[in-house]
Nanobody, 122 residues
Framework: QVQLVESGGGLVQAGGSLRLSCAAS????????MGWYRQAPGKERLFVAA????????YYADSVKGRFTISRDNAKNTVYLQMNNLKPEDTAIYYC???????????????WGQGTQITVSS
């Protein structure tokens, strides 16, 4: 099993940027595809972005396409989510997870962590 810890959240004004990190520990020898999800208050958890182990393929929800960029550094066992032009509707708790990219949207299959809170003020 791999353990994941998200960080980088905070309060930002609309139009601002943040970069989230997801650090993996444990069975990092396995080649996991990784993804980000978010859950707004009172709503279900939704897919945001995913990346294959090699980084050669990325996937995005329509709501973030062109604004968010997922990347990874396998040497550091870390996945990132660069978020630009943030909007109030991006406010949510953001989670990372190992994913299956054979489904749409990609399916989170590992244990969910604590997540990191993003609040975008208007």
């Amino acid at each position: 099993q791999v353990q994941l810890v998200e960080s980088g959240g905070g309060l930002v004004q609309a139009g601002g940027s943040l970069r989230l990190s997801c650090a993996a520990s444990g069975r990092t020898d396995k080649r996991y595809n990784m993804g980000w999800y978010r859950q707004a208050p009172g709503k279900e958890r939704l897919f945001v972005a995913a990346i294959t182990w090699s980084g050669s393929s990325t996937y995005y929800a329509d709501s973030v396409k062109g604004r968010f960029t997922i990347s990874r550094d396998n040497a550091k066992n870390t996945v990132y989510l660069q978020m630009n032009n943030l909007k109030p509707e991006d406010t949510a708790i953001y989670y990372c997870n190992t994913v299956l990219t054979s489904t749409w949207p990609p399916l989170g299959v590992g244990a969910w962590g604590q997540g990191t809170q993003i609040t975008v003020s208007s």
